[in-house]
């Protein structure tokens, strides 16, 4: 990426059907999903039967009867991948599971706010807007794009529900908002029919597209961070 991001995470989640209660670090411990020093040290926010919560080291979960959620903010994030394959493909690997998707999200600050607003008015110019749009002025002091989400559906032929969700807007993570940009993609994978054999299927695309699915996502981000450059003229 040409701008470091100051916060920069990868989110799994999993949408089927879960126990909570068993996703304690002790059980991840227990299994060798995590080591025991890290899940003993883990801190565990809630555990029963309808969410459970902990953090341990590099990883975040969050699981509820409907969605199981991990996340980090450390590389290398193919752990999180082999974590994910390691839980539903040799622990439980009969969990019915529906739809699955790899998200990727940063945080970066720009040099000033003609370097931000260059990346508002590119993806949002307020002259289509009229009289208000300029009312809104040139250089963000009076208003301009608040959120912005893209979305293509069915991206590759994936079946009905996948789809790729862009989402751009100022960051409410870095202290100095006013030229902090977040920046959000989800990349969401589903199935026609939630049957037997669900959670392997889906577990297998889920492997097969992790490493490509953040690659794409760090070149739509890379794009726009390119946007708060000033074109040279020739």
């Known amino acids: 990426m040409r701008i470091e991001p100051e916060i920069s995470g990868v989110n799994v989640v999993l949408l089927g059907d879960f ?15 995590l080591p025991e020093s890290v899940a003993n040290s883990a801190h565990l ?17 969050q699981v509820t009867a409907e ?21 539903f493909k040799e622990y439980l690997h009969h969990t019915p599971l529906s739809a699955f998707g790899i998200n990727r999200n940063v945080h970066f600050r720009l040099q000033d706010l003609a370097e931000r607003d260059r990346i508002g008015r590119t ?22 794009m608040k959120s912005l989400t ?14 790729i969700n862009v989402t751009v807007e100022p960051s409410n993570r870095i202290s100095n908002r006013r030229t902090g940009v977040y920046v959000g993609v989800n990349d969401h994978y589903a199935i026609n029919n939630a049957d037997l054999g669900t959670a392997e299927c889906l577990i ?19 794009h726009i961070m390119s946007l708060a450059k000033k074109i040279k003229e020739v």
Do not use: C, Y
Request: no cysteine; glycine share 12%.
């Open 150 to 163: 893209m979305s293509q559906l069915a991206p590759g032929g994936r079946p009905a529900g996948g789809q």
């Open 67 to 87: 969605r199981f959620s991990v996340e980090t903010l450390q590389a290398p994030h193919i752990r999180l991948r082999d974590l994910v394959a390691r839980i």
């Open 19 to 33: 126990n909570p209660a068993i996703f304690t670090p002790a059980w991840f411990a227990l299994h060798g999903l």
């Open 204 to 222: 297998e695309l889920f492997e097969d597209n992790f490493v490509t699915s953040l690659k794409r996502s760090d070149d739509i981000i890379d």
């Open 123 to 144: 993806l949002a110019p307020v002259e289509p807007w009229g009289t208000w749009g300029r009312d809104l002025g040139l250089d963000g002091e009076h208003g301009g």
């Open 45 to 61: 926010g809630i555990s029963h039967q309808q969410v459970t919560e902990f953090v341990a080291d590099w990883l975040r979960l």
